[in-house]
């Protein structure tokens, strides 16, 4: 493992131990099941990021003035037999900051990923995001947000995909951005009863890792790279047809 992942390892690990400290002072969420205020109409989510399953943790997702890109690709699935128009896109974080700087986030969604290798994007752009609290981040001494993006027309079929959003942070007028601020997309590892889930149900152990800036390409989110990276706290906004349906008259 070279140097850059080393460094990689020792943030998810206090990140992890401090996880693991504040499951101890809570108790799990007893609400009834909800997804995001921001996930509506709401396609899929993959699930809550819980302070109280001690294997909760989070992977760099980030293009900051610490980390120049890091992007996190989570697989979701779109039923047979329908046809999704996504309208928007988001990741739970975790960060050293409740703010992003300039507002807005890198996105995409692709098919075909394997080890090494990106597959073909499908849709992708930057645009305009918001930040929003969804208060997941229990007793740890840092900020959980939900990274939104909202305004964009993507037409998925029936089948596999991965989707990607990546928050910034590189106004070196912001001493925010100067702190430094780091950003990890939060896991989700409550499976097979993840906490207020929407949608088809998660594709586990099969997000993958791409980082210029770690020198990693398309990296399997597995062991040894993660051990516990089975599924993200992402979804998708949107509306569901089948098949035989137009969406464009929605």
């Not at 998925?156 to 989707?163: N, P, S, V």
């Amino acid at each position: 493992m070279n140097q850059a992942k080393q460094f990689m390892s020792s943030v998810l690990l206090a990140l992890a131990l401090c996880v693991v400290a504040a499951a101890q002072d809570n108790e799990r969420n007893s609400k009834a099941p909800a997804p995001p205020s921001f996930c509506k109409p709401c396609l899929w989510y993959s699930g809550d990021f819980d302070p109280n399953n001690p294997k909760s943790s989070g992977f760099s997702d980030e293009k900051d003035l610490a980390v120049s890109q890091s992007a996190v690709y989570v697989p979701f699935r779109v039923p047979r037999g329908k046809k999704w128009k996504v309208t928007g896109v988001f990741g739970i974080v975790l960060s050293s900051v409740n703010t992003i700087n300039p507002q807005q986030a890198d996105w995409s969604f692709s098919q075909g990923l394997r080890e090494g290798h990106g597959g073909k994007v499908i849709a992708s752009g930057t645009s305009p995001a918001t930040v929003t609290m969804p208060g997941c981040n229990g007793n740890i001494a840092i900020y959980c947000l939900g990274i939104v993006v909202k305004g964009i027309d993507v037409r998925l079929k029936a089948g596999k995909y991965w989707m990607m959003v990546v928050p910034y942070c590189t106004n070196h007028s912001d001493s925010n951005c100067e702190a430094p601020a780091r950003y990890y997309l939060a896991n989700e590892e409550d499976d097979p009863k993840p906490l207020n889930h929407v949608g088809p149900k998660n594709i586990l152990r099969d997000a993958f890792w791409n980082s210029k800036f770690f020198g990693a390409k398309f990296e399997a989110l597995g062991p040894p790279v993660c051990a516990d990276c089975d599924m993200f706290s992402a979804g998708l906004v949107g509306t569901s047809k089948s098949d035989d349906a137009k969406l464009g008259s929605q």
